[in-house]
């Protein structure tokens, strides 16, 4: 006779140990019967059953630390595992989630000032630009200057061709700035004076003046470079499409206590109606008095004031427009780009939406047009 013993009966055995299992478990508490968890008793959870002895676990649940930030895992023969959640750099694990740290007051890895300013702010004096603390002292800034930087203290940019006096002046002068990075232009801040050719009173600050205190601010795009295309060559660099033309009615006007040949000069700041948003490249600025819009024989003239040290950050260059007698630049002459008649600099602040304490960045005017020889 056959000593073997049918499969029925080792299975039966193999159930019975199953079970008992079931009620002590190799931990010291109760393994459930579905030791693999696919939902199923069978066979395949004795085979795990047979390869888990000499460990201490049956089943994940018998290796849960208590710990939501760690991946609790059964090996039948290594026994329990308890792996750390791995979060991506700038997140931490919070009752098994991964969440950012910002926030947290601590600078942690990957945090700079752009993706998280809660943690790293900038000191005083200098701005986030693209995730680092950079100055702000000259930055958007082309700082007016009383040294007659360029040999001009002033530049006329400004609309009264009905001069009671007889003195008209219709001109526009453009300056040149180039950024680095996209940005969006929403406030600009500006100098100058009132030249009075017999006007008893050309004083912006005076709320009566409502003439004196209109403008017409425009953005260009630069022409690229003129006909023949070589990049940053002394051709013309004149402007090119128009981004912005908006006459407004400036508010905020100061005298700043300083003086260009004997005459106050004035700040005026003015939030652009639609923030411009602006790629990197070069671009083309135009402020000018329209005092022609309120009062054709106005005999104020407006001069916008020259830039330079300190600092000198911009390339010595601007362009001038007109005929002194027509104010609307569709009519004008072709700019002269570079114009003998304005080889300076212009004093004004280019800033982003916020105002003024968030100065536009600009990069190397240079790449507008080199430096007068």
């Not at 948003?277 to 005092?291: A, D, E, F, K, N």
Request: some cysteine; glycine content about 10%.
């Amino acid at each position: 006779m056959s000593n073997r013993q049918p499969i029925s009966t080792f299975l039966g055995i193999a159930a019975a140990v199953l079970l008992a299992t079931n009620s002590s478990g190799f931990g010291g508490g109760p393994c459930p019967t579905d030791i693999n968890g696919d939902g199923v008793t069978n066979v395949l959870d004795l085979i795990d059953l047979l390869l888990a002895f000499g460990t201490d676990c049956c089943a994940q649940l018998d290796c849960d630390d208590g710990d939501p930030c760690t991946v609790d895992d059964c090996d039948p023969v290594l026994g329990c595992s308890n792996t750390p959640i791995n979060c991506p750099p700038g997140e931490q694990c919070v009752a098994g989630m991964c969440v950012p740290l910002c926030g947290n007051g601590v600078v942690d890895p990957g945090e700079d000032c752009a993706n998280c300013p809660q943690d790293v702010q900038c000191p005083p004096g200098e701005q986030c630009v693209v995730g680092e603390c950079q100055p702000v002292v000259i930055k958007g800034c082309q700082q007016p200057d009383n040294l007659a930087h360029g040999g001009a203290l002033t530049g006329f940019s400004t609309c009264t061709p009905g001069s009671a006096a007889g003195n008209e002046s219709a001109f526009a002068i453009v300056d040149d700035f180039n950024i680095d990075v996209n940005q969006t232009l929403g406030h600009v801040k500006w100098w100058g004076i009132y030249v009075t050719q017999g006007a008893p009173n050309c004083d912006p600050t005076d709320p009566l003046n409502v003439a004196v205190r209109i403008f017409e601010i425009n953005i260009y795009t630069d022409d690229a470079d003129g006909a023949d295309n070589i990049p940053f060559t002394l051709d013309d660099h004149c402007p090119g499409a128009n981004l912005l033309n908006q006459i407004s009615l400036v508010t905020s006007v100061v005298n700043t206590g300083r003086t260009v040949a004997g005459l106050p000069v004035f700040e005026f700041d003015l939030d652009l109606i639609a923030p411009i948003p602006l790629t990197p490249g070069c671009y083309h600025l135009s402020i000018r008095g329209r005092m022609d819009l309120v009062d054709p024989i106005s005999d104020c003239i407006f001069g916008w004031q020259t830039a330079g040290d300190p600092p000198v950050i911009g390339n010595g260059r601007s362009h001038q427009q007109g005929d002194g007698v027509t104010c609307n630049l569709l009519l004008f002459a072709p700019w002269i780009c570079p114009s003998d008649a304005s080889l300076y600099d212009l004093a004004w602040c280019l800033s982003e939406p916020a105002g003024p304490l968030t100065p536009i960045n600009l990069g190397n005017p240079e790449r507008c047009l080199p430096p007068q020889p």
